[in-house]
């Protein structure tokens, strides 16, 4: 291994931004090691090759964030397109806006509703069931939204992403269902919003391009931990339970599965993502990624590519994506967090290191915090 003063384990936004922070403002040599054969973790994007669209490998990622600082130490790496998401879902063969706002309201009911009608009417169609009695997941929805709503929107969606009927499901997956009461119908409230102009590989590669970093692809940590010097600083951002050789047991992840197509149009659905609310289409959605980068003039108007989502529970071999989260799984955890505070050198983060979803920007925030309070005092001289 070549020589270093930092071990980071794991190249998503976590990792490099700790990698970052460390070998520019501390002048030291960070060594990143990554069990795939690329960098960027499930952040990273790739083209693909007969269109020359860019896909999102692990999934669709939108950058948006409130943060100031983490928006101008993003901006050092990228520029970013003026990209606003929306969603739209199709119901009963009928196509509506995401998040239930007015437009989705009036579009369902077939008529025109101001703000306090439509209020008025969700409050009397909620009122069917009181929230503090619910006792499964579609009692808690229809106490939040009312049973239309609930019936055309979320029932076969949430069947699909748990593969579990929504009856069976406990009431505490959703604390709230987001309605809005206007025309608003962007997905994300944040102040700053948009894609990386070229690509988010380029963004990550140019993070970990910085002096003093050098990124090992295709291993794994736990294949040469033990050439590593005794007391180097780690920073683990792989699942917690794996480092601890799932000693604890395991903690529940939900996984997705992505069908790609290439398809001879130009234009399959006239957007990026469009939702399927009904229980006998079986996936939960479909991308058509060229509609992320309608100013690259560089795609085909012939042709599309476009990514099918299946969700389900994962097992050991299969990507990580959702903390599943029940009780047990926090009892689990606690146990391993018990274990990781008893571990002087190895600092756990990042989604799979702390078992949270995470966003990117919350990642990044949240490197920032590990660099300025725990490392920090450690590396500085
Ligand atoms: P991440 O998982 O990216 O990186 C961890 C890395 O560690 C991986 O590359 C892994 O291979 C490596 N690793 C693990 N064990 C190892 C070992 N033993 N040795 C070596 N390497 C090891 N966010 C957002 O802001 N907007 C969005 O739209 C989305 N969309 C989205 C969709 C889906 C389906 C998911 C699952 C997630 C999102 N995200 C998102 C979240 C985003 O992916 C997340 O913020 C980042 O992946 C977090 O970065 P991390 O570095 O924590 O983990």
């Known amino acids: 291994?070549?020589?270093?003063?930092?071990?980071?384990?794991?190249?998503g936004f976590f990792g490099l931004t700790v990698a970052e922070r460390v070998a520019s403002e501390f002048g030291l040599r960070v060594l990143v090691l990554e069990s795939r054969n690329h960098l960027g973790g499930n952040a990273y994007s790739e083209i693909e090759p007969s269109t020359g669209i860019e896909i999102h490998r692990y999934g669709a990622h939108l950058f948006h964030t409130s943060n100031e600082r983490v928006w101008d130490y993003v901006n050092r790496f990228t520029t970013f397109t003026g990209y606003q998401h929306r969603v739209f879902t199709i119901s009963k063969s009928r196509v509506y806006p995401m998040p239930i706002n007015l437009a989705t309201i009036c579009e369902y009911f077939g008529e025109h509703l101001t703000p306090s009608d439509a209020r008025e009417l969700i409050r009397q169609q909620a009122a069917e069931i009181d929230a503090s009695s619910a006792d499964n997941l579609?009692?808690?929805?229809?106490?939040l939204i009312g049973r239309p709503l609930y019936e055309a929107f979320v029932r076969g969606y949430t069947e699909k992403q748990w593969q579990t009927d929504p009856r069976q499901l406990p009431a505490d997956v959703i604390s709230r269902l987001p309605v809005r009461y206007n025309f608003d119908n962007r997905y994300f409230n944040d102040k700053y919003e948009g894609l990386p102009t070229d690509g988010y590989t380029a963004w990550l590669q140019r993070m970990a391009?910085?002096?003093?970093?050098?990124?090992?692809l295709g291993t794994d940590f736990f294949?040469?931990?033990s050439q590593l010097r005794p007391g180097t600083p780690v920073v683990y951002t792989g699942p917690i339970d794996r480092y601890f050789g799932y000693a604890e047991g395991e903690l529940g992840w939900r996984t997705l599965d992505f069908e790609q197509e290439v398809l001879d149009v130009g234009d399959f659905q006239g957007t990026p993502v469009m939702n399927y609310a009904d229980s006998d289409v079986p996936w939960t959605r479909i991308h058509e990624f060229r509609h992320f980068h309608p100013e690259r003039a560089s795609y085909p108007q012939d042709r599309t590519v476009i990514v099918r989502e299946y969700s389900r529970e994962a097992g050991r071999a299969d990507e990580p994506y959702y903390p599943v989260n029940t009780e047990r799984d926090r009892s689990v955890l606690a146990r391993y967090r018990a274990r990781a505070a008893a571990e002087p050198d190895v600092y756990f983060g990042g989604r799979l290191g702390t078992y949270k979803y995470l966003d990117?920007?919350?990642?990044?925030?949240?490197?920032f915090s590990m660099v300025d309070n725990e490392l920090a005092p450690r590396l500085r001289n």
């Open 1 to 11: 291994l070549p020589a270093h003063d930092l071990v980071v384990v794991g190249s």
């Open 138 to 143: 579609e009692e808690k929805a229809i106490a």
């Open 209 to 216: 391009d910085t002096p003093g970093i050098s990124v090992w």
């Open 223 to 225: 294949d040469v931990r």
């Open 360 to 367: 990117m920007h919350m990642a990044i925030a949240s490197a």
